[in-house]
């Protein structure tokens, strides 16, 4: 996808809820949770691993400050943070993004293991 395409490259400034030097803060327009958001890096890259070091501390920033508003407006009881970096791992826009998604008592009927989910025969380590 061309940075001309790329629907992080080209958002409506009233999407944007929280604007950096190096990262941006925004809603997920398909939300898994109540205050699912994304904090995306300006530039156009496609994985975490390209970031510079002042996109990465921009991105841990604007992170922080992204938790405190979803604790102000959606008063959730657990986050959940994950990157899908390559198409293997589940990304489907190719420009990096953070997703901080809100997680709250009863969304789930057993929450043990979160992100490990994504391999759903590995998920459960432990032992009841």
Request: proline letters at 8%; one cysteine or more.
């Amino acid at each position: 996808m061309s940075k001309a395409s790329c629907p992080f490259c080209a958002l409506p400034a009233e999407r944007i809820l929280l604007l950096a030097d190096e990262a941006l803060v925004i809603r997920d327009a398909f939300p898994v949770s109540p205050g699912h958001t994304l904090v995306i890096p300006r530039r156009h890259i496609g994985s975490f691993f390209e970031l510079t070091d002042a996109e990465r501390a921009c991105m841990v920033e604007l992170l922080a400050k992204a938790k405190a508003e979803l604790d102000l407006s959606f008063q959730p009881d657990g986050f959940n943070i994950g990157i899908n970096d390559g198409a293997a791992a589940g990304q489907t826009v190719p420009h990096l993004h953070l997703n901080l998604i809100p997680r709250y008592r009863g969304d789930a009927l057993d929450p043990r293991g979160g992100v490990r989910w994504v391999l759903p025969a590995k998920a459960k380590y432990w032992v009841e």
